[in-house]
């Protein structure tokens, strides 16, 4: 009966232990308070990214182009933003500005999702080939519209977004609840949310059942691609800069994020609660090496040997519940 | 020196919480064509495992082939002794040629690292010449029919020197054609020595084929009997162990005009001038073989297999049926043929399965579902429609077949549906299980659904339905009142004209 | 003939005949015998890659890690040259066992936990890289032995050129061109070349009949990882320095210029031809670009579209041609 709970569980045990772990090696240092702001400020930009990657997943798809996504998002509105904003414009001119440059990031990348949306739904491609298609374009056109360069100089107001503090609360963090809260409303209450769990499990089925598979995988990548770009706004008001090729790792650790969360890589499985608890321990894990002065390469690795091991155990796990059933 | 060739005796098999197979005797002669039946949960297939030695039985069995006894009886030994099991799927390999899919086995036995395709094409020639079959050597098998699939799975069987082939269900996908011309090559292999074991469910193929039938209830043999001392109504009796009393029922039409209204409705390679017309709270028959357009002509009302030409008047006014959507807008509901795959999401909970076809239904003033609804949703049509099930949450796979069609059953009608298109919705499922589907059909049309039921059994339709129309290569050939014909007399008209 | 042009591999070519000719318009000195050589040997090592990189497709798999252990493998060997001399032997020798070692490890994980090879890969590429940057202090390495330059150029036959410049078939490009001939006599004329192209059209069905999947999976990761170590050696050859971050990157690349080729991500298909194709097309469009002074930052944006358009092109005709099976013979 509980064992709908069980992952759910399974999780809260292991993060309160990679915490102790953390602490045992880290000692006093862990505890202080500005490494837990630190925390709580890296840990959104890789939990919007890992949910966009989510829900494409639970569509049994995958997303390579979430990063791409991004970086394109944010180069597009740090050139508006440093083109447009010059050292005499002034309070509402700068607002409306700012405001452009921030729908303008995201409506780049939702277009590249209803590109990756179409592409899947309409076309037939599969996903791996599709979103692969558009990572290296997007890729393309960030190194075009950069050159290679990095674009930097926000103002104050595109900084507070990544970097502000509200009611001790980090405003990125903010952002992320909000972002987990509505992914998980999506999921959870609204039919788009229902029909995307079953398609993962067996879009032939919902199509006989009625159900529009086209829209719901659209709006599956659209919402992917929305996500990326609210991730990228997030992102270059943190490194208050954007450029072609940043945060390729990420990619990685979206996976990670997600497989640890309890997603199934078959799709049909998985939920918001969990990932979310993924990502804090992902986060501990990764403050802590940091702490420890660990290379930064050294900490890739680490995360590549964290994914191998999680999928071990839960194929250990399922033969163990397999003879048991026999 | 007998003419048995495989003997099994005193065969038994425990799987937790299970018996699958109780003290089974069952034995081949040479050369004969042989059919198991049995119901789902028989045992058939735990048998045939254990004689192919893929499983092994429990203890204190005795197995003898070709005379000799075996003590510790492995697949490899089956092999050797010239058992080959052809599986439902047919393990073939669709991106690879004819003639490696068919020499491939025999190429994999003599354990030659290199191989030429000189010497995969006589393999396969040589195979294909033994049955006098002609199938192109170099075209893959993704791109020949299903029926020539068979004769290439047959084919790669015979490039050993097999004794029994075994057959599950072979002929589940062919047409009357088909099935034909396999029995064909099934009785040349006959008089070539080889003996055929069929499992098979359609029990009017059995009586065609077998010489002899052996019956398997709850794993026990109910026994071996010759074919001809045996016909349908024995045979269930046999497989079910209770006499099935039948009624028929005639459905109460509920109206003057027509729900629905088709006019020369046709779709190239699919059916050709299709008209028919049916009224609410009428059960409306259609059946025919496999292959002559049945199942098209649904999805063609179902909006998935548009029509190219034609009319459909709904309710008296002309509609276009273009994408699934448009038949739902309607009322138009469908339970499909294939339930596995097209008509439940197996991993997925029961509620959620239930609920997939009425999820903008449930919906609050905010637009999201509301799940107080959603619950009571679920629990309603679990209790009309009886279905056993130890958790709402358990996922739809873990039902049995008769309960996975209450759900499918139940998803539809909750959509108020005002016409109900079934297609085969008692296949595989047991006879105690269809009468009770076939109590919920009438219910429904008490209430006004028009029903259109679609299905290869005759007496199925004929039990049922209150006019019968006869499909044959795409077209209707014959319309039947069911209170005014008989089972025979349908059933003569469907074997006459293929 | 007709069997040939309806295959994906006959629109490849005929794209790039067409490229070819704009090109050559364009600019003239593309369809010299000196730059062709040249694109050759350049892309080399990619086209070594992508040999490995079909075999994991046709069997249903695919790898993502084989730039990593390019890396891992040349940098060893270069480590080994610079600092104990050595021999050509050597320098086959060293990438080549690691390069398997590696890639045994991915199949293993692959297999004996049934772990899809995207997240393996994904995995392993960043465990073999991460590792490597770590214990080379992420140093580019220079001072390769004397011999090693020279046995790079090598060439099977030479020409002079109008300016009395030298070039020729390079030994990297044969190098190339005896691997894809051996590549494809395995799989055309080896059981196991038949059993890895079986093992990706129906896995049960290679279980049943008789073909050893554990050997076939060991292999074929083997295999991929054998490729990236010659590869990573080749790469180390052309310029003759060895970097950690010269590699890492390209996997997609050349993983998109197999499916171009006609490979199929879900397994079973796939042909050395098309594989060449492939990589043909990638190299042209690079080299056209380059030709028609098309800046080089456009590349990806290029190659982006190319794959999007092919897949999309590739996909609808598999539609077309579903639509065509007749499903009952009307009268």
Known sequence: ?326 | MTDVFLSMKNISKRYVGVQALDGVDFEIRKGEIHCLVGENGSGKSTLIKIISGAVAPDDSSEIMIDGQPFQNYQAIDSIHKGIEVIYQDLSLFPNLPVAENIALSQLISEGDRLINWKDTQSIAEKAMARIGVKIPLDALVEEIAIADQQLVAICRALTSDVKLLIMDEPTSSLTKKEVDALFEVVKDMQSHGIATLFVSHKLNEVLQIAERVTVLRDGKIVGTFPSNELDDEKMTMLMTGKKVEYTKYLAEIQGERPLLEVKNLSKRGNFKDISFRIYPGEILGITGLLGSGRTELALALFGVNPADSGEILFDGGQVKIRFIQDATRLGISYVPENRLVQGLIMPQPVHKNLILTILSKLLNRLGLIDSHKMQDSVQKWVNELAIKVPSLDSPVQTLSGGNQQRVVLAKWIATAPKILILDGPTIGIDVAAKSAIHEIIRNLAKEGIAILLISDEVPEVFQNCNRILVMHKGRFIAEYDAAQTSIEEIQNLINLSS | MKKFFSRHEAYVLMVIVILSIIITLINPSFFTLENLFDLFKSYSYLGIFAIGVLFVLISGGIDISFSAIATVAMYAMAVYLIRFGGNIFLTFLIPAVIGIGLGMINASIIYFFNIPSIITTIATLNIYYGILVVLSGGKWLYGLPDWFRQFAELRAFTLTNAEGGQYGLSIITVMWFVILLIAWLILHYTLLGRGIYAMGGSPPSAKRAGFNILFQQMFVYAFMGLMAGIAGMVHAMLVQTVAPNAIVGKELDVIAAVVLGGASLTGGTGTIFGTILGIALIAILSNGMTLMRIPSFWYNVIIGLVVIISVSFSVYRRRQREKQTILVEVE
């Open chain 1, 1 to 326: 009966m509980y064992r709908k709970y069980l992952e759910s569980i399974i999780l809260v045990f292991v993060m309160l232990g990679v915490f102790l772990l953390m602490w045992i090696m880290n000692g006093g240092e862990f505890f202080r308070s500005a490494n837990f702001q630190s925390m709580a400020f890296q840990l959104p930009e890789l939990g919007i990214l890992s949910l966009a990657m989510m829900v494409t997943i639970l569509t049994a798809g995958i997303n390579l182009s979430i990063i791409a996504s991004a970086n394109i998002s944010g180069i597009v509105a740090a050139i508006i933003l440093t083109q447009l904003i010059k050292p005499e414009t002034t309070g509402l001119s700068e607002a409306l500005i700012i405001l452009l440059a921030i729908l303008a990031g995201l409506s780049v990348a939702a277009v590249i999702g209803l590109l990756n949306g179409l592409l899947i739904a309409v076309v037939g491609v599969s996903p791996i080939l599709a979103t692969l298609g558009t990572m290296i374009l997007m890729n393309g056109f960030a190194i075009v519209l950069t050159k290679g360069y990095v674009i930097s100089g926000f103002p104050e107001a595109v900084l507070f977004i990544g970097n502000g503090i509200i009611f001790g609360i980090p405003m990125p963090i903010i952002i992320f609840a909000i972002c987990a809260a509505v992914m998980a409303l999506v999921l959870n209450s609204t039919p788009t949310g229902i029909n995307i769990y079953m398609i993962g499990s067996n879009p032939i089925a919902t199509l006989f059942s009625g159900v529009n598979n086209r829209t719901v995988l659209i709006r599956t990548y659209l919402l992917s691609g929305l996500y990326a770009g609210v991730a990228a706004i997030i992102m270059i008001s943190r490194f208050n800069s954007a450029k072609a090729d940043y945060g390729e790792s990420y990619l990685l650790m979206t996976v990670l994020a997600s497989v640890l969360g309890g997603v199934s890589a078959a799709g049909g499985f998985g939920k918001v609660s969990g990932l979310v608890i993924a990502l804090i321990i992902l986060q501990i894990v990764s403050s802590g090496l940091n702490l420890m002065r660990v290379n930064n390469f050294l900490t890739i690795a680490i995360w590549g040997m964290i994914l191998i091991l999680v999928m071990v155990v839960k194929y250990l796990a399922e033969q163990v519940q397999r003879r048991r059933a026999i």
